[in-house]
């Protein structure tokens, strides 16, 4: 067992509110923060008034300055400022549906462009300053003149509630946020159509007007009809739309549309329903036609393209992608002249995120948990060869913001004793200077701090390594037995324990070590940035593996002496709302309180993208699904547990929660209830405060 | 003070279950019971294989027999056997969507008609024997030989979801529960046309399909569009429709149709909108066109028309009406010859019901509770004049089912020391003799019972008696503390404290009189039996006046030694949901625990022909609305407070609890929630079980 403690030196004064540590007072407790941003190589500071250049000093540009060369007020603070050409002295602003670009150095409007009230999904290209944006469905581009225009299928303009244009499909998965991508000269748009009139809509209420009303969202349910999306290219110059003339199935994804850097091919990922046979194609966009099948990636379980091509800066011919073929995610490069492929960076840890690339060294930047899996570092990997340099510290979870020569790196991390570090650095040596070291800030407002600490333990398979965070109550006394909550997610994509400040501590987790509860909470199988076996370990069995790896984790409290094996809780909130109720039900003996938040309750409620990629879909897969259904568990529950969802929830359709309280009801169980009007899959603002008051007050009123 | 006491002697061996009082087991401890019906003047008694004439034991006719008659059996159980001729021996039964006749004497089917299968609202005429029924909203008649008449508007045939013919309208409301009304000889049918496309539709959401889905349930708010009504008479022999020419506004309301007895004027009392402006309307059944107003009734809060005119069976020309013009509900002859109105009852109490008429002493049957406000007894009174004369026992609450002439009644009734008592009376002597006195169940049974009370305390005028029902601690003892709930309805129309056995306990409060606490049910000013100040007192204030009862109520307990002020606990459904939260955030400092159930929480959300009748509109009183609304009160609840819903609850629609709950959110107050998927405003069978077990286990939580 890994062991690694954390000891803040307790100077109390006064415990922490929930107002402090996540509602109106929080932004009082954050740790002193340095905003940075790029003009090109130049490293600047953000404030609300002003950008500054932060080896100068000198001010690049203030919101005064700016509002001053506009009719009527654009800027309202600096912290919005965008630098969108590393070269030119010009500073974008968008406030609403206006976009305002000055020269910062002559005073003069570059271009001032306002959308339609009604406009979504605006996406502006700096090469071209054409910005695209949609409307009632249909999709647009508007110069920074102000000339419109429509993009059109064949003329046509049927973009509706049912059919839409240029917004994200596939329910954001697979790395899709977005739905228009302009090409490098800004002269060509590839967008996404969307048809989505043969997917049932989910009747979702809105509680808000005189009479209640009805509004619909299209939800695709595994295994039932999924939506269908096609690729156009529009051309601005000659106002005409390609269609990719696309192979495969209606019901296929297409992800991470990737243009090549001379604008006359479209590289798509696309995938089979089943999600486990990928082929990345390149397409002309000239005619739409399919050029060929660069590589294809099949998987036993599934295949998840989640990031797009990134060409070298200095070779139009070849370009970054990422992979888990070998069974962690790393770098390969893509010589697209014959498609080889030639793998960058190897091992049993992954790279996190591609940041760029210094085109001087000829490298790229990435982040990677090599050293440790719950870290996030800055590398550099020359692409001629050698090993990766390791760019600032070797601890802590960071962020960077990469200059456009890729020389240097805006970094900022905080790691389990630093609160924040904000650096900047070189990629080509790593190192560099501090900008600034935060002071704790719980500790100078004077709150008592629980011991946070984290470690391991081994999986029941004997060698799997889960981590944990744990956290101790204030005050807290070896002799002495403290009840016990377990927080979980327990989902892919997702981590909660990393070497970030305090391990990662949730402000609730420190507001309950106050209230004399002791936290645990441990990333199970099927979590992030621990390799592809790990997370496929779940595959069409979701929630099985995830609790054997958490009731390993109870085995662990239970051997504590100060654990209080007859005072365990567990609370978790979408996927951990789904363990949270599964641990309730399958380990009644164990669990004596729960509450669990916006549950999966059985995953053929869940839609197709996410669902079928872990289940397969409910006729492939009936005994899966028939297993992992809380529907069947209800009748076992014993111990105390709240359901909260958000009553409009888009993402856990409440047919989930309210299915299992008719399970309950026919079964003869007493689950407890609340649910949030008008709010989604997760509480909103102040509504936070609400809600942990809730869940709180649970925990002290059935497992104090 | 009035005090009567219930002492049952305590023979304890065991206590009850959820399931013993309103469960699967419920039936085994109910009390004994004679089922009756009458062969016109022949007294019968029912059971599930025959029925036996009461007073020679001989059968009448059995299930066998009567299945025999038929090729296909259709009598389940003589309990439905009914006898629409008094003089002819002919027995009917109704199965689904079948009715079957058959002459009991000769074996003969007389009527063998099945409606189709979505077909609904069946009403049968015995005098021609045609059934009228509706489908997808077009009105039918159908003869006992299967001839088939699509009732029509001008020929058109105009049903769908917004228009519907031959159904209730008004929401029930005014004594409203059907919408064909068959004329005395059955050749001409008279029938409602609902026209509700100008209704908004309140969304409920069915969660049991594949993937949800909305339906849609036109509610009219109160102070929004109302729906529209009309009257047609259709002739069976012309098959043609004559429509009332109605006076007044299209969202009028016309009620209580009345057929003359020779077919030829139907009379209509009419309401206007504001409920307070009431005309009786004759109109000529062969035209449509209005003979002229009968008579007027206005009051300055509201005039509610509950009851039809009843024909004196001897006398053409004279009816029996209802009215509270005096101030209480009384019986009046109307003559039509000259629109002349006599009062025959009158006093400081109320007609319950008109029963019938002895045609032979010429007099009126009611139900009425002279003696005692409690009480529903039975009475005769001569139209020749006289005083009533009191039919069977001076005491508890009788349910009657008078013969064909008149002459005799079979008599049901309670009282609080009676469990049943079955009797045969004349309604001339108001004697007979008793048919059954049914055992105490609960004692019979072995179960450990509670000291039932009932007495009364004046409100705060001073002057107004409140009665209230006390339900001691199974085991009570005077010298300890016990905590205690108030269990409320407190809404119009409705009454909880009655002189029928354990003074109308509800088996909950026995349950949790065995769980330790002291049960006390008030019915405060607004509710019925008491006459028109007394219900009126509330106009324009729902809850006001109400609370103040039902915290005179709290002094009361308070000032007695065994309860414990600092554990008092409410409880109600429905309007009594709206006392629960209106008690919890009006008075905190009073109640600790509260469960509301289908509350009212803005009179604003609910319908027009009730709100409007009691609130007005919104737009006409504001401030009536705002003083009421418990929105604006959520800010106040501090004690613990559960409400439940059906998650289908067509009366009190669910934005009323969801409005409720997020302003406790905006608030920051911590009310909890439980609802059950699709149920409507009151649970169905076993899960009233479930439910009690829900609300029973709250005040466990937090009021022990």
């Given at each position: 067992m890994v062991m690694m403690a954390l000891c803040v030196s307790v100077s109390a004064q006064k415990d922490f509110t929930l107002d402090d540590l996540m509602g109106s007072n929080a932004y009082n407790v954050y740790p002193k923060n340095l905003y940075t941003t790029w003009w090109g190589n130049v490293p600047c500071e953000t404030t609300p008034d002003e950008v500054k250049n932060l080896l100068t000093g000198e001010t690049l540009v203030s919101v005064e300055q700016f509002n001053k060369c506009l009719p009527e007020k654009a800027a309202y603070s600096a912290h919005n400022f965008q630098f969108p050409y590393p070269d030119q002295p010009i500073v974008q602003t968008e406030k609403g549906n206006r976009r305002v670009?000055?020269?910062?150095?002559?005073?003069l409007v570059v271009a001032d462009v306002t959308l339609p009230q009604e406009a979504r999904n605006a996406d502006f290209c700096p090469a071209s300053q054409y910005t695209a944006f949609t409307l009632q469905g249909n999709l647009y581009v508007i110069?920074?003149?102000?000339?419109?225009?429509?993009v059109s299928h064949d003329g046509s303009t049927d973009g509706s509630e049912n059919i839409l244009y240029g917004t994200s499909v596939h329910r954001d998965e697979f790395g899709i946020y977005k739905g228009t991508f302009w090409s490098p000269d800004g002269q060509q748009l590839a967008f996404?159509?969307?048809?989505?009139s043969?997917?049932?809509?989910?009747?979702?209420?809105?509680?808000?007007?005189?009479?209640?009303?009805?509004?619909?969202?299209?939800?695709?349910?595994?295994?039932?009809?999924?939506?269908?999306?096609?690729v156009g290219i529009y051309d601005v110059r000659t106002q005409r739309t390609v269609w990719l003339e696309l192979e495969g199935a209606a019901d296929d994804y297409h992800t991470n549309l990737s243009w090549a850097p001379d604008g006359r091919t479209l590289y798509v990922f696309e995938l089979n329903r089943d999600q486990n046979d990928m082929r990345l194609v390149a397409y002309s966009t000239e005619t739409g036609k399919k050029l060929r099948t660069v590589l294809q990636e099949r998987d036993e379980k599934y295949v998840e393209p989640c990031n797009p091509l990134s060409f070298l800066p200095w070779d139009d011919t070849k370009a970054v992608m990422q992979s888990q073929r070998d069974g962690y995610n790393h770098l390969y490069l893509l010589d697209l002249k014959n498609d080889q492929v030639t793998q960058l960076t190897r091992g049993e840890w992954v790279v996190q995120d591609l940041v760029g690339f210094n085109t001087k060294t000829r490298s790229v930047i990435y982040l990677g948990n090599e050293s440790d899996p719950r870290r996030r570092c800055v590398y550099s990997l020359s692409l001629k060869g050698g090993k990766p340099v390791l760019i600032g510290e070797e601890d802590g979870v960071h962020s960077v913001k990469l200059s456009a020569d890729g020389q240097q790196v805006l970094d900022t991390y905080s790691s389990p004793t630093i609160p924040r570090s904000v650096n900047l650095l070189s990629t080509k040596t790593g190192k560099g200077k501090n900008l600034l070291l935060a002071p704790d800030s719980w500790k100078e407002n004077g709150f008592r701090i629980p011991e946070i600490t984290s470690g391991s333990i081994k999986a029941d398979d004997g060698t799997t390594d889960l981590y944990y965070r744990m956290v101790k109550p204030i005050g807290f006394d070896p002799q002495k037995k403290y009840p016990t909550i377990i927080y979980v997610y327990g989902g892919p994509h997702a981590h909660n324990v990393q070497a970030s400040w305090h391990w990662g501590l949730r402000g609730w987790e420190a507001y309950m070590a106050t209230k004399g509860y002791l936290m645990f909470i441990l990333d199970?199988?099927?979590s992030e940035w621990r390799g592809k076996a790990f997370e496929q370990a779940t595959f069409r069995q979701l929630g099985e593996v995830e609790m054997r790896d958490q009731m390993s984790g109870v085995a662990y409290l239970k051997s504590l002496p100060y654990v209080d094996a007859d005072r365990i809780g567990v609370h978790g909130w979408s996927f951990g709302g789904f363990m949270t109720t599964n641990l309730m039900c399958s380990h009644p003996e164990t669990f004596k309180v729960g509450v669990a938040g916006g549950p999966v309750i059985d995953w053929k409620y869940y839609e197709v993208m996410y669902g079928e990629r872990y289940m397969d879909t409910p006729q492939a897969n009936p005994e899966g699904y028939a297993k992992t259904s809380l529907l069947h568990k209800a009748k076992n529950l014993k111990g105390r547990l709240q359901i909260i969802y958000g009553h409009n929830d888009p993402t856990c359709v409440p047919q989930h929660t309210l299915s299992f309280l008719n399970a309950c009801i026919d079964a003869g169980t007493q689950p407890d209830l609340f649910t949030y009007p008008g709010e989604g899959h997760n509480m909103r603002g102040i509504k936070q405060v609400h809600l942990h008051e809730r869940i709180t007050r649970y925990f002290e009123d059935y497992l104090k």
């Open positions: 670009l000055v020269n910062f150095k002559t005073g110069s920074a003149k102000g000339e419109q225009q429509q996404y159509r969307l048809d989505q043969m997917v049932p809509s989910y009747p979702q209420v809105d509680i808000f007007p005189r009479i209640s009303q009805v509004y619909v969202d299209h939800y695709p349910m595994a295994g039932e009809k999924s939506h269908e999306v096609k199970n199988r099927g």
